[in-house]
């Protein structure tokens, strides 16, 4: 089935350490998308790419970091420079620029 | 920062009723897209509408674009009980050169049997 996969589902982190969140799809499509989502609010855009080998920051890019190696794969980094990581991290991806985006279903990341 | 209001905040409702939300923005949009997120997962697109005055319906949804572009609605008909959740509403600004979808804060919706 066709879809978007992130990985793992649930994630923790200790103090000072960077930890990687894994988003695959094989839906073709050229875009995808990083979002946080914080209890009770909507989504925040971290990262974006259009195309392969390059992505742009969004409006909470600080303390995160991306790579766009490959089409199918997006996956992000959540740094030590991150101070308040916990939230639900949401992976998006479209056709292309300025169609619908469909989601996977998301990680949650949690400080120990 | 968010430019789309979404209201209300959250409704608790009996079984059987309609239901409805809005969003509502000064600027204008390209493109509105109503979604729905279950606890724990992503959102799942439900509509989505490509020109002003546009009315789509998916079973028992209906959104509808707004005329004046910078609004949009969606009802559900008949609710039941796997209707709960949070709906957003996100939308494409018409001068948005950068491919960043908006989100609205959510529509918490909670049905008693």
């Known amino acids: 089935d066709g879809g978007i996969t992130q990985s793992p589902k649930y994630l923790f982190r200790k103090e000072g350490q960077n930890v990687t969140l894994s988003c695959e799809q094989n839906?073709?499509?050229?875009?995808m998308y990083w979002y946080r989502q914080d209890p009770g609010q909507g989504l925040r855009l971290i990262y974006y790419?259009?195309?392969?080998?390059?992505?742009q920051k969004g409006d909470i890019a600080e303390g995160y970091s991306v790579s766009r190696e490959k089409k199918e794969s997006f996956p992000l980094t959540v740094t030590s420079a991150q101070k308040n990581p916990t939230a639900f991290y949401l992976c998006?991806?479209?056709?292309?620029?300025?169609?619908?985006?469909?989601f996977g279903d998301g990680t949650r990341l949690s400080i120990l | 920062g968010q430019q789309l209001n979404q209201s209300p905040q959250s409704m608790f409702i009996q079984e059987g009723e309609d239901v409805s939300m809005n969003c509502t923005s000064s600027?204008?949009?390209?493109?509105w897209l109503w979604y729905k997120q279950d606890p724990g997962e992503g959102p799942v697109l439900l509509i989505a509408?490509?020109?002003?005055?546009e009315l789509t319906s998916n079973g028992r949804l209906t959104a509808q674009f707004g005329i004046t572009r910078k609004d949009s609605f969606l009802n559900i008909s008949a609710s039941i009980p796997s209707d709960v959740g949070i709906y957003f509403c996100?939308?494409?600004?018409?001068?948005?050169?950068?491919?960043?979808?908006?989100f609205g804060g959510g529509t918490r919706l909670m049905v008693k049997p």
């Open positions: 790419s259009q195309i392969v080998n390059d992505f």
């Open positions: 839906l073709n499509h050229d875009a």
């Open positions: 600027s204008i949009f390209n493109t």
């Open positions: 996100a939308g494409f600004l018409s001068n948005n050169a950068g491919n960043m979808l908006t």
């Open positions: 998006a991806s479209s056709s292309r620029p300025y169609q619908p985006q469909h």
């Open positions: 509408l490509y020109k002003a005055g």
